[in-house]
């Protein structure tokens, strides 16, 4: 998938859940994240974000680390334990270089202090996201990502689809 602003403006972008709840850091990422055709749906707080990621399927997630109901790392602990693949980036203005290397080794993409270039989060959240388009379903791997994606293009065929592979490969 090319980089969010080569997109022709009529195909729909990847989603995002955008975990912030100061209401002007929020709502220009929100709004930048648009622009950049990306999806996004924002919550103010943990608990309305992983009712949200339960109820719909996203693409990555974008959280602050301190949100006014719970840590950002509880929430992750939480999402992961859920087994939520997808891409998770970390802002935050208390940024803790023991905090950040516990949630990479965890399993997070990324984890930026603010004040950050707007350009780098675009930069990373595209590095995050699988190249074959939309993820998180079937897996975290490449592999599976790759699936993932032609399933999503052949779905809405009218027609048989035959999946093929080694036996014990999960297909």
Known sequence: ??????????EPGPSITLIEDDAVMGGSLAQRLALERYRVSWHRTGR??????QAAPTDAVICDIRLPDMDGEDLYATLRSGQLTVPVIFITGYGEIDQAVRLVKAGAADYLAKPFEVRALLERLSEALPAGGPAG???PSQAMRLVEA????????????LITGESGVGK
């Open 1 to 10: 998938m090319p980089p969010p602003d080569r997109r022709r403006a009529s």
């Open 48 to 53: 309305k974000a992983i009712e949200a990621l």
């Open 137 to 139: 379903v079937l897996g």
């Open 150 to 161: 032609t399933l999503r293009r052949v779905a809405d065929l009218d027609s048989t689809l």
